[in-house]
């Protein structure tokens, strides 16, 4: 193998249930359990619960190597429209997180009334040399979500004021002949090297399937004319893109929220997918839901079974 793969997920709507799980896998196919799949991270802050969990390898402010997770700090049985923060952690060895903060998004000026802070992710913006933090938001003046974004150089304080990224406000539909706000949540950006673009999925509300833009430029303009890509027969959300190491296949899998199940399609051009067979994907029996998957190193791997314990 070319090093391993880490997901970190949640598993339901349950305050128990509402917290960061890991399982790993050595081929990006086939996941195990850490912990027998019982919370791997204790949230002090916030809600107490979390959603939505985005991982990401990056560098500290002194340039050291670290990972990173930001999530949704929400616990949804207080409603739909109930949160107005996100929550971040910082590992240097992925077992020892430390760093919680909250992010409260009311203290940006024209965000005072935000309802929804959803599914922040993340990507190193290398002009800027900094993060750009992007996420859902809607508040009590506009209730249809769109993405946002600003930056951070910690994940504990952003450096920028939020800024609309996408959104779909005021936008004719064809089929029902008239002008919607439609909401769009779950972004995720991943950078095609190939054809030079910013490919933004994010789920498609009218459709319940997954969706994309693009864009020369991290920030955008993106197209307004999205494109349909997901091939799932359930609704789906929460797509999450991560490339098999040492190819040029990236992997798609994406929560299927009616059904407690993950939907699976492969890409090598961010644009056409083939379904992947559920027993080809061993992912199902975790219970996951809307999680992200980053590759770490066979040593990486070797620290985590040692300390939690993999799923025989």
Not at 218 to 239: A, Q
Request: glycine share 6%; aromatic share 16%.
């Amino acid at each position: 193998t070319e090093g391993a793969y880490l997901f970190c997920y949640f598993v339901g709507n349950e305050v128990d249930e509402q917290t960061l799980h890991f399982a790993v896998s050595t081929d990006g196919y086939n996941f195990k359990a850490l912990n027998n799949n019982e919370a791997v991270i204790e949230q002090n802050l916030g809600t107490g619960c979390v959603r939505d969990p985005y991982i990401l390898k990056g560098v500290d402010e002194n340039g050291k190597d670290c990972y990173f997770i930001i999530a949704t700090d929400m616990n949804a049985l207080e409603g739909w429209t109930s949160n107005h923060s996100l929550i971040t952690w910082k590992s240097y060895d992925l077992v020892n997180w430390f760093d919680e903060t909250v992010i409260d998004i009311r203290q940006f000026e024209g965000f005072e009334t935000t309802t929804r802070a959803w599914a922040p992710q993340a990507i190193w913006d290398a002009d800027k040399e900094m993060y750009m933090v992007y996420w859902a938001n809607s508040t009590a003046e506009n209730d249809c979500a769109g993405h946002y974004y600003a930056y951070t150089k910690d994940f504990k304080t952003f450096e920028t004021q939020p800024k609309v990224l996408f959104g779909r406000w005021n936008e004719y539909v064809p089929e029902r002949d008239e002008v919607m706000n439609i909401q769009c949540i779950d972004g995720d950006i991943i950078y095609n090297e190939k054809d030079g673009y910013y490919y933004l999925y994010f789920k498609e509300d009218l459709t319940q399937k997954i969706a994309y833009v693009k864009s020369k430029n991290l920030t955008g303009p993106y197209n307004t004319d999205y494109t349909i890509c997901s091939l799932n027969w359930f609704g789906v959300e929460g797509s999450s893109m991560y490339r098999i190491t040492g190819t040029d296949a990236w992997m798609m899998i994406m929560d299927e929220y009616g059904n407690g199940t993950f939907f699976s399609q492969m890409t090598r051009d961010f644009k056409t997918f083939r379904q992947f067979q559920r027993s080809s994907m061993e992912i199902d029996h975790l219970k996951p839901r809307h999680g992200s998957v980053v590759a770490i190193s066979e040593a990486e791997y070797k620290i985590l079974v040692n300390h939690y314990g993999i799923q025989k």
